[in-house]
């Protein structure tokens, strides 16, 4: 399978038992399951194994208006705004269920639920 921004090839990443991901060698951009990326937000601190290129300066963007296309089955992705995050962008292939992620956006979208549930917490005491 190759990366749908860059063409290079994704390595499958497993975190524990059930987490599975595909990962660019280049980018580091991420594939995924849709239902694997909620298991994601939902697993503690997967995303300083997964998100490696949060940091790294490989980022590769996409001339606006190019088509994303699905690594997995070939349909255009459609760039779909984050329902918690409106700020995050991430490419959905609604044909086979499937979203990419560039790097660091796991991390942003991670570093936010953490922020909410301390303010959830904090609102049960307040
Ligand atoms: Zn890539
Ligand atoms: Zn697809």
Redesign the pocket.
Known sequence: MTCPKCNDTLSVVYFGTDIEVKRCNNCAGIFARREMLQRIRDEWLVESIIDVGANSRHSVSVEPGTDVI??????V?DPVRDDQQKHIVIDV?S????VFLDPGELTDMKTVTLIDHIRKLLGKFS
């Open positions: 699905c690594p997995a089955c070939g349909a992705m292939c044909s086979c269920d499937s």
